[in-house]
């Protein structure tokens, strides 16, 4: 049974600091893994999507790796602002006919200004 | 483009009663998403639907919840009976069949039911 695990739950961190969050896999048959925000009180944002054969994507400050081999996915941000805080979610879609996402607890980061 | 739309965005009831929560996914998309969050399991898949068809639905935690998908651009989620321990933020999710798959996600809807 694929398990989700990220750490850690929480981080606060100054403005400007670089930061990693971490995410981790049970079962190396992922079809993919998606890294989500969601801010309190509100719905999932996507942020990056990483197919299995592909080893990181960026979009701006974001980036994210995918190592499969050992069940890892990091979210780096890069120079972290104020309004970077929020919950961070992982989650990834089993290499199977199904198109289930098995998400993490995420982790709650508080950039401090 | 609306992202994906739900109603109501917060729905407070009595023990007992029935409870329907609305999802419209975004127009094109052939996946739609029912899932639950709450504090003590995080974020479960409850059920998930292809061109209007239900696919799986292993995640319903029992008989009381059911979902139905009568056209492209409309779902519903109806608990009956409602209990206390059903409270939590239902979320809609749509996908396009093609591409990655990515899943977009409404805003969400905070039930409680004391």
């Known amino acids: 049974k694929q398990e989700v695990t990220q750490i850690p739950a929480a981080l606060s961190v100054p403005e400007g600091e670089n930061l990693v969050l971490n995410c981790s896999f049970t079962d190396s048959a992922i079809y993919n893994l998606q890294w989500f925000r969601q801010d309190p009180g509100k719905g999932l944002t996507s942020l990056l999507l990483i197919q299995s054969s592909q080893r990181e994507q960026t979009s701006g400050r974001l980036n994210a790796s995918l190592d499969k081999s050992s069940g890892r996915s990091t979210l780096y941000i890069a120079a972290s602002q104020p309004g970077d805080s929020a919950t961070y979610l992982c989650?990834?879609?089993?290499?199977?006919?199904?198109?289930?996402?098995?998400f993490g607890s995420g982790t709650r980061l508080l950039v401090r200004p | 483009d609306a992202g994906v739309i739900q109603s109501p965005r917060h729905e407070v009831t009595e023990m007992g009663q029935e409870v329907t929560l609305r999802c419209k996914p975004i127009?094109?998309?052939?996946?739609l998403f029912w899932y639950r969050q709450t504090m003590m399991r995080g974020l479960e898949l409850l059920i998930y639907?292809?061109?209007?068809?239900?696919?799986?639905d292993s995640g319903m935690p029992e008989d009381r919840f059911s979902a139905k998908m009568p056209n492209a651009s409309f779902s519903t989620l109806k608990i009956q009976p409602s209990e206390p321990r059903d409270s939590a933020v239902y979320f809609c999710?749509?996908?396009?069949?093609?591409?990655?798959?990515?899943?977009?996600f409404g805003p969400g809807t905070r039930l409680t039911v004391t």
């Open positions: 989650a990834v879609r089993l290499r199977d006919s199904s198109y289930k996402l098995i």
């Open positions: 999710a749509s996908s396009p069949d093609r591409g990655y798959y990515e899943q977009y």
């Open positions: 639907f292809n061109n209007n068809v239900p696919i799986d």
């Open positions: 127009s094109g998309h052939d996946y």
